[in-house]
């Protein structure tokens, strides 16, 4: 039994997906990653042992590329879709199912090759606002902001499919046309399916049955890291106090000015030690003092245990890590769901939302002082012993069951 797993995106959807590999492979099941060849994607699954067949074309490259042409998204849409098909057909003859995430564009790619080929199809997706409900509202898109006289969900869902045609529906259909797939009316609900997997933790992220979808929530993918800490880092810790950790992930944060300065004054502010991630943002030290430490990449896993908290840009595998590590957080939300993970960090009581995605100096030190006080911590590590760590192992166990299925 072999199984291709697919996505484009950021480390964000390679990681999880790194996850859903290695725990088919552990079950006797060959699992093929489908992703962006960026370099830092292609030491994750070197290192796991998971072979990589690249995507039509580096994430980062994609998006310098995507700058540079000024298309607009149906446009991109329009090129990616056929380029990811071609790709990801290109291996897939032989798998019995294909099990796809990230970008609108390639997950419809993942599924027009699952459909021709008559595999089995899942998407998933790591934040409930993705999936249709009544308990909640969709994400807005680019050009396609919420009306404001539509306030029910149901309505804000069907102007959500609308958005979805309009901006990815010519593209999606005129290449199954192509290939000789027929064209379909709602592209948002043949490609997501009625029956999507939610990998996202329960505790941080319920999910409300409903009609509308038939989730299935598996527990977020973690990928074990079993990395050590590097030496000047693990000195930097046992040196003193436990400093507050401060990255953005793939945010390059070019809204923001001097990010880096802004965080580091805001935690020295609070007689804080710091540790700086690099990122996307390329974020650096800004003098020569030895309460700072830079990182590049590093096992979160492990160095979430020893900061006194988080400071991030609320990606889904970020908030769980620190979640799961009973670090606090303050989350700084920039795009797509990072806003739903900064309410759910605040509401459950684990940390502080900065109330706009550009961080300044006096913004950031009342969400700091409430990520830092006791009790905050106390709350942190309660949440911390309730995130679930196998649900990978679930979904592998639930594709394997939906393949036996489909072959009988």
């Known amino acids: 039994m072999r199984v291709l797993l ?24 060959g699992a093929l990653i489908s992703a962006p060849a960026d370099a830092e994607f292609v030491e994750v699954l070197e290192r796991e042992g998971l072979p990589l067949v690249p995507a039509f074309m580096p994430v980062r490259q994609w998006i310098a590329q995507a700058k540079q042409s000024g298309l607009r998204l149906p446009e991109l849409a329009a090129k990616m879709v056929p380029a990811q098909f071609d790709a990801i057909a290109a291996v897939a003859e032989g798998c019995d199912a294909i099990v796809a995430t990230g970008l609108f564009p390639s997950v419809a790619a993942a599924q027009a090759v ?19 409900s009544p308990h909640h509202p969709p994400m807005e898109y680019p050009g396609w902001p919420h009306p404001p006289e539509l306030t029910d969900n149901l309505a804000l869902w069907e102007f959500n499919a609308q958005a979805k ?33 939610l990998a996202s933790d329960p505790t941080l992220s319920p999910w409300q049955p409903n009609d509308l979808t038939e989730a299935i929530q598996t527990g977020a993918w973690i990928l074990p890291d079993k990395r050590p800490l590097p030496g000047g880092l693990q000195a930097f810790l046992d040196a003193g106090d436990p400093p507050v950790y401060v990255g953005f992930g793939s945010m390059a944060m070019h809204a923001t000015e001097d990010p880096v300065r802004i965080a580091i004054e805001s935690v020295r ?16 030290l800004i003098d020569d003092q030895e309460d700072c430490f830079a990182v590049g990449e590093v096992n979160q896993q492990a160095l979430f245990t020893r900061v006194a908290a988080v400071v991030h840009h609320g990606g889904a595998g970020t908030t769980t890590a620190a979640a799961r590590a009973g670090a606090p957080q303050v989350v700084v939300p920039q795009v797509a769901d990072q806003p739903y993970w900064a309410s759910r960090v605040s509401e459950l009581g684990i940390g502080a939302a900065h109330d706009s995605p550009i961080p300044r100096t006096e913004t950031l030190l009342a969400p700091l002082r409430t990520a830092l006080a006791p009790e905050t911590r106390n709350r942190a590590a309660t949440i911390a012993k309730t995130i679930r760590s196998d649900g990978a192992v679930v979904a592998a166990e639930l594709l394997i069951a939906a393949i036996r299925k489909g072959s009988q």
């Not at 959807?13 to 099941?29: F, M």
């Not at 699952?114 to 249709?132: T, V």
């Not at 027929?182 to 948002?188: F, K, P, W």
């Open 269 to 284: 502010a609070q007689g804080r030690r710091v540790i700086i991630a690099q990122g996307w943002a390329n974020l650096a």
């Open 114 to 132: 699952a459909e021709k080929l008559g595999i089995h199809f899942s998407w998933a997706a790591f934040c409930p606002l993705m999936a249709p």
């Open 6 to 29: 697919s996505t484009y995106g950021s480390r964000g959807d390679i990681q999880p997906l790194a996850a859903l590999g290695q725990a088919l492979q552990t079950i006797g099941v």
């Open 165 to 197: 045609n309009a901006l990815f529906g010519v593209a999606v259909n005129t290449h199954r046309v192509s290939i000789g797939l027929s064209g379909v009316d709602n592209v948002r609900d043949h490609v997501f399916t009625h029956r999507p997997w």
